[in-house]
């Protein structure tokens, strides 16, 4: 069974610029979530969606926003990039968002 | 702001030896609490999940919650070096709409298994 797979690995930006992160669930998971973590706040919560509707939103500013699509798979934008938005960015799936999440690999975003 | 606190540690403990991890939570009507680990450099991966009072054991895992003292632990039974990671304890509040989950993490706790 795959798990769930987030592209690009790693990225590289530069202030001012906006980018795309992908995320393709597990087979079957409708409830997508998506997290930033740095060393200093940890995991925060960014927002979650189902059946291509955003159910939940973490206290992030409007450059941060999502969608998802009607096969599950999510995308997240930032735009005008800030050096604090350097980060992990990771996605989760679940089936029930009770049960717990199964997180992707994430993808390492620089900012310079 | 709902919250979740966890000692940062370091912990360490000597090989074969028990482990215990601790989480308060703020928020008292919370009702699904998740143990994840993860090792340098990749993704958290869950470990335990409990929902009511007392203990939950996975083999050499077990999860206590205690919802009066708003505690949640984690005890690692003979642990090994390859347990050596950090341990979020995630809380997932009801209020978040219904259907919606919106897991709060704490910033976790960094074990260290000496062989």
């Known amino acids: 069974k795959a798990g769930v797979t987030q592209t690009p690995r790693y990225l590289i930006k530069t202030r001012g610029q906006q980018v795309t992160l992908s995320c393709s669930p597990i087979?079957?998971?409708?409830?997508v979530s998506w997290y930033q973590q740095t060393p200093g706040q940890g995991l925060q919560f960014l927002f979650e969606?189902?059946?291509?509707?955003?159910?939940n939103k973490g206290n992030f500013p409007g450059r941060f926003s999502g969608r998802q699509f009607s096969n599950s798979r999510s995308e997240m934008n930032v735009s005008t990039l800030e050096l604090g938005d350097s980060a992990l960015y990771l996605c989760?799936?679940?089936?029930?968002?009770?049960?717990?999440?199964?997180f992707g690999s994430g993808t390492r975003l620089t900012v310079v | 702001q709902k919250e979740v606190e966890q000692n940062s540690g370091p912990l360490s403990v000597p090989e074969g030896a028990i482990a215990s991890l601790n989480c308060t939570y703020s928020?008292?009507?919370?009702?699904?609490f998740f143990w994840y680990r993860q090792y340098s450099g990749k993704s958290p991966e869950l470990i335990m999940s409990?929902?009511?009072?007392g203990d939950k054991e996975d083999g050499r895992f077990t999860a206590q919650l205690n919802k009066a003292s708003q505690y949640v632990s984690l005890l690692i039974r003979d642990s090994q070096p390859s347990d050596s990671a950090t341990y979020l304890c995630?809380?997932?509040?009801?209020?978040?709409?219904?259907?919606?989950?919106?897991?709060?993490f704490g910033k976790g706790t960094k074990l260290s298994v000496i062989p």
């Open positions: 928020d008292r009507v919370s009702q699904s």
């Open positions: 989760a799936s679940s089936a029930d968002g009770g049960m717990g999440y199964t």
């Open positions: 087979s079957g998971h409708r409830s």
């Open positions: 995630a809380v997932n509040p009801p209020y978040s709409g219904a259907g919606s989950y919106q897991l709060t």
């Open positions: 969606y189902f059946s291509e509707t955003q159910r």
């Open positions: 409990i929902y009511s009072n």
